[in-house]
């Protein structure tokens, strides 16, 4: 089942990419999938648990409206679900944080229409789940 989910997610980011590789769209929806190695850190973990933190792998996952001025500028508002976190070496204990992220980029094309490398750039809003 979550193989047919993940094939499922990436035929349709496939679709998204597709729409916004053609230059004479105004705007283009996608979905996107990936994953994050996170850890806490700040200046409120303590000394020894800092030291015995680790990444934790994370889920992240959601949808994108590419508002396209352009071939080569577009805006991009992103809704994201992540789950961030950290793993304690030693033992099979890990804090747990999910969260709801709400990027903002400006989009800047790089290259031709066959291979159009991007700089995503901007802020990003994130509440805590």
Known sequence: MKFKALALVLALATVGMAQ???PTNTFSLGLE???NFSSLVGSDVSSTISSSLT????FVGGAFLSLNF?????IRPEV????KGAAI????????LDYIEVPVLLK???GTPVVNPANLIGP??????
């Open 55 to 58: 990444n934790k792998l994370g």
């Open 80 to 83: 994201l679900y992540e789950q």
């Open 33 to 35: 999938a990936g994953a």
């Open 108 to 110: 800047l094309s790089l």
């Open 124 to 129: 990003s809003f994130s509440f805590n789940t």
């Open 20 to 22: 916004a590789a053609d």
């Open 70 to 74: 352009g071939s080569s500028f577009a």
């Open 89 to 96: 070496s030693g033992t099979s204990t890990t804090a747990e």
